[in-house]
């Protein structure tokens, strides 16, 4: 397993800082936010000096209900391709629900959900794994994440779902310490109990950040420093077995260049006398630690840029396609010379193949009905599935609408700076009754569509300036009478 050693997140806000950072060994960039054909200067400067860069993907969904949309596995699998990584990351977790398997419009949730620990679950979410490993070039390692609310009718506790989606599929994990401490404010679980159930051989890296508590309820903003709590879990994991890689993330708020090296230093301190050194956390060790039991139908894991996770040749990359339809088929590729800045391959024999049975369409369907009525009662203002806790779903609700309104300023910023300090309530109220449906930059001209059709803003200089932007980006002018209807009638569907 590639030994990574103390990295940080890579984010354009700190690129400068992050050069600059001493003994940072490796980086980690969240995969949708780069161009495979047009690296950052930063990244590409790090990559020169031997720092080795890992994409780290937020949009598959691979615990959602639908299979893995081919166009974004070739995308994800030409960015690491384009950085020499040893390997990419995903989330256990759905981003999207509706669609065919529920007749119902497709929803985006703009965030990471958590997925229903159950037999159902657990089985879609292993055939999906597969049908990623077996699109990428390089092997996969999914991380558990952070939640607000519970699922009603769980059948398994996380370390146990995480212990034998690694046993049925050879997966490795990007275990976040961070959302262990979430999980363990907001749902009561243990974290202590999770490690003690998961493989912690099977860790690839770990992450840590930091959050707030308000009103009883832990938010993990990555834009606060890591709190003790957290530092004790990371410990904890450390006790068990030294992992191969840990990762401070920060997302907003950024302090200055000094203020994260002297919190990279407190992740060192909490790894303990391991962490010294080139390559210090890479040595496993056993503290009562399981040992990891290999996929029957996956080789061991091999990493290195251009490696797999199964025997038989490597596909090559595969271009991007229009979600719509799906990527071309992976060609062999060629011979290549090593990349002087990759990980070392580490070859081992396949074991003999052995056929998992994939979740019969029923499963998907049930966990889609399921996934769809949560996300609705989220996004759509539809009445809150039986079970689960309204008041929880409530703050979800709230903070989903928050983020939108925040990543829409981002992508979008000419929308603040023409409606001032209306942006954030118009957003808001607009966010309510309007889902999201097709990414951020569509829904900053739903948003501003939306604006316009109500005759808003009411300054005339404003709402001038926002249909030109509108025009800009859209089209000549706002639709007519018979879109808006339909518009309206499928907006109608959607809060059924």
């Known amino acids: 397993m590639t030994e990574l050693g103390i990295g940080i997140g890579w984010r354009p806000e700190i690129a400068g800082a992050v050069e600059a950072l001493p003994g940072v060994d490796w980086v980690e960039v969240v995969a949708e936010n780069l161009c495979a054909d047009h690296l950052p200067d930063s990244l590409a400067r790090l990559r020169e000096r031997g720092v080795t860069v890992v994409p780290h993907g937020v949009s598959l969904g691979l615990g959602g209900a639908d299979r893995p949309d081919p166009a974004r596995l070739a995308a994800l699998g030409e960015k690491a391709v384009a950085l020499g990584a040893p390997l990419v990351t995903e989330h256990i977790a759905f981003v999207r629900a509706g669609g065919p398997l529920t007749a119902t419009p497709l929803l985006e949730a703009g965030h990471l959900l958590p997925v229903p620990r159950t037999r159902d679950a657990l089985d879609v979410l292993c055939e999906n794994v597969r049908i990623a490993q077996d699109a990428l070039p390089v092997p996969l390692a999914l991380e558990n994440i952070a939640a607000l609310v519970s699922w009603p009718g769980e059948e398994m506790t996380e370390g146990r779902f995480l212990a034998e989606l690694v046993e049925r599929t050879g997966v490795r994990l990007l275990i976040d310490v961070a959302n262990l401490h979430t999980n363990h404010v907001n749902r009561g679980e243990d974290p ?86 080139a390559g210090r956390v890479g040595t496993a060790h056993r503290h009562g630690a399981r040992p990891l039991v290999p996929s029957p139908r996956r080789a061991p894991l091999l990493i290195g840029a251009g490696a797999r996770v199964s025997g038989g040749p490597m596909p090559g990359p595969t271009p991007a396609t229009d979600a719509a339809g799906p990527a071309p088929a992976p060609a062999p590729a060629p011979a290549q010379d090593p990349d002087p800045g990759a990980a070392p391959v580490t070859e081992a024999p396949a074991p003999a193949s052995v056929s998992v049975p994939a979740p019969r369409t029923a499963a998907r369907q049930r966990l889609a009905v399921r996934q769809a009525s949560l996300l609705s009662a989220l996004v759509a203002g539809t009445p809150v599935p039986e079970g689960f806790d309204t008041r929880r779903v409530g703050i979800q609700s709230r903070a989903l609408a928050a983020k939108r309104a925040g990543v829409v300023a981002k992508v979008a910023p000419e929308l603040p700076e023409i409606l001032g300090g209306g942006y954030r309530p118009a957003f808001l109220a607009y966010a309510r009754s309007r889902p999201m449906t ?59």
């Open 438 to 496: 097709g990414g951020y930059r569509r829904d900053a001209l739903d948003f501003v569509e939306h604006l316009l059709l109500a005759g808003r803003p009411e300054d005339p200089a404003a709402r001038r300036e926002l249909t030109e932007w509108w025009q800009d980006r859209s089209g000549s002018r706002p639709p007519g009478r018979a879109t808006r209807l339909v518009r309206a009638a499928r907006h109608a569907l959607v809060r059924r």
């Open 192 to 277: 202590a109990r999770a490690l003690s159930e998961l493989p912690v051989e099977a860790i690839a890296y770990v992450h840590v950040a930091g959050g707030v508590e308000r009103d009883g309820v832990w938010h993990d903003t990555h834009a606060h420093p890591v709190p003790p709590a957290v530092l004790d879990i990371l410990a904890d994991l450390a006790s068990r077995v030294s992992p191969p890689g840990v990762l401070l993330e920060r997302d907003d708020d950024f302090p200055p260049a000094e203020e994260l090296a002297a919190e990279l230093e407190v992740v060192r301190t909490a790894l303990g006398p391991r962490s010294t050194g």
